[in-house]
Structure formats: C-alpha cells, structure tokens
C-alpha cells in the first residue's frame, strides 16, 4: 500500500537534546512538507520541498532543519534552539508541488521536558 | 489579514441538522482547493476537492465562489461521526505553490 510513514508516535525528549523525526513516503511524490500543530491550532508550515537536495523554510523554521536526500525523505530534526517543542509533528507529500491535494502521515507527538 | 480565514466554532448542532462553513482566502490568484477532515489527535484527511463548478458527494457540497473569495461546505443530515473539524486549504500561486490551511472549524453533533 502507498502512503506516508511517520516515526515515531510519540517522543519523549530532554530539554536541550536535538531529536529527529522521520517521514517517508512511497507515493513518488515531489513536495513534502512538515507543519507543526499545537492544542486547539491550525497547522503551521514549518518547512517544505519541491524537489530533492532543495527545501525552503516555512512559517516558523526557526529552531528546526530538514534535508532531502532522497525522493522519498525528508526528516526533521527539532534542535535545542527550539524554545517550545513539544507539539503534534505532520508530514504531508503533494505529487505535484500546489496543484494537488496532500496526504498527510499519521504524526509524531513530541514531548520535551 | 490572514490568507484564509474560517470561523472557529465550535458549531453545535443536533442529529439530523444541516450545517454550513465558510472559508475566505486572500489570494485572488489561488489555483486549487480543498475540504479536509481532522479528527481529534489525528492526521488531517481529505474530505473533498473544491471544484468551480461546485462538487457534491452524499451529504458534502463543496462550493468555490472566486467573485467573493470564498470556499464553502454543506453537510446535510449531520451524523453524530461527522463531529470532527473541517480544514480548508487553498493553495496560493506565488513564486511557488504553497499550500496554506485554514485554521479549521469545529463541528460538534449532538443527538
């Protein structure tokens, strides 16, 4: 079955450690995106892809990278410069970058204490 | 203002009631949108493409009025699972396409 993968679904983390979360996906799809969305909230873009070895930052990258080595990944790592981490993680993939609908993973909830 | 804008709610209303939202967005320029499902700690889904023409599927009317700039859906004989809340998502022609989310409608259905 295609679809997006996220790992894992919860994450525990210290203050001050940097943690990554994964997102694969197998639909071949060229953008990918990763939102954050915290109690009660939209969805914020964090940052997105259009295309491998290229990403862009979102709304509120500040704290957070990404890279995107492979068609199919695009991981995020939440650094300790993030002030406020813990929130609900999603990745999505678009086929084609604004046209189509988005098919998002299942999310990572990440807690940091 | 923000690019797209829908009312929180949370909408309230008994079994059986039909029940309208509405989304505006800002970019004259959008190319494409959508209606998507979110339930309580879960990943959004896809309840519908918005289509010019207007799309219906069973209960779901989703309509585009690109005059006014707004996006709208229409549930009929709401159920008791259709409690959820409604994104919608346009997505704004720039110097590329990003997709940007409402920040979604609460609909609450009670028997």
Redesign the interface.
């Known amino acids: 079955d295609g679809g997006i993968t996220q790992s894992p679904k919860y994450l525990f983390r210290k203050e001050g450690q940097n943690v990554t979360l994964s997102c694969e996906q197998n639909l071949n799809h060229d953008a990918m995106y990763w939102y954050r969305q915290d109690p009660g909230q939209g969805l914020r873009l964090i940052y997105y892809s259009q295309i491998v070895n290229d990403f862009q930052k979102g709304d509120i990258a500040e704290g957070y990278s990404v890279s995107r080595e492979k068609k199919e990944s695009f991981p995020l790592t939440v650094t300790s410069a993030q002030k406020n981490p813990t929130a609900f993680y999603l990745c999505a993939s678009q086929q084609t970058s604004g046209r189509d609908e988005e098919y998002f993973g299942p999310g990572t909830r990440l807690t940091v204490t | 203002r923000k690019e797209v804008e829908q009312d929180p709610g949370p909408f309230n209303v008994p079994e059986g009631a039909t029940v309208a939202f509405n989304c505006t967005y800002s970019n004259s320029a959008s190319?494409?949108f959508?209606w998507y499902r979110q339930d309580c700690?879960?990943?959004?889904?896809?309840l519908m493409?918005v289509y010019s023409s207007g799309n219906e599927d069973g209960r779901f009317t989703a309509q585009l009025n690109r005059a006014s700039q707004y996006i709208s859906l229409l549930i009929r004989d709401s159920k008791l699972s259709d409690s959820a809340t409604y994104?919608c998502?346009v997505?704004?022609?720039g110097g590329?396409?990003?997709?940007t989310?409402?920040?979604?409608t609460s609909l609450i259905v009670h028997p």
């Open positions: 190319q494409s959508f700690r879960k990943e959004p889904k896809l493409s994104l998502v997505n704004i022609v590329s396409y990003i997709p989310f409402g920040r979604g």
